[in-house]
């Protein structure tokens, strides 16, 4: 069976730190993206970061690029998301995604429509 299960989300104040991390099953990261977004009431769902399961390829998007970094450990089927200098606005609820992608792609993007989501773990930045 297919699942994606995030863990690492917390309270923490403006300026700190948390590493979320997305476990795989059913699955191997050198076949799939794997997506990071996140959602927060009265907004739209906000892509933030990817990565190529097997190349390695990372995508971030603007508001968290230079203060988060993604990574994969391809061993324990993990991808985390390392935040770094977290905002009030970074809170919501993160979840991660995954797509197939080609043998030949080293490249990601969290634009793709996603086939499987996990439940998602909760950030909340206070000031």
């Known amino acids: 069976q297919y699942r994606l299960v995030e863990s690492g989300g917390g309270l923490v104040q403006s300026g700190g730190s948390l590493r979320l991390s997305c476990t795989i099953s059913?699955?191997?990261?050198?076949?799939?993206?794997i997506a990071w977004f996140r959602q927060v009431p009265g907004k739209d769902r906000e892509g933030i970061s990817c990565?190529?399961?097997?190349?390695?390829?990372?995508e971030y998007g603007d508001s968290v690029q230079g203060r988060f970094t993604v990574s994969k450990d391809n061993a324990k089927n993990t991808v985390y998301l390392q935040m770094h200098d977290l905002k009030p606005e970074d809170t919501g609820v993160y979840y991660c995604?995954?797509?197939?992608?080609?043998?030949?792609?080293?490249?990601?993007?969290?634009?793709?429509?996603?086939?499987?989501w996990g439940e998602g773990t909760v950030v909340t930045v206070s000031s």
């Open positions: 995604a995954s797509v197939a992608t080609s043998p030949l792609s080293t490249t990601c993007s969290y634009r793709f429509t996603m086939d499987f």
């Open positions: 059913g699955t191997s990261l050198d076949y799939n993206i």
């Open positions: 990565i190529n399961g097997r190349a390695g390829g990372t």
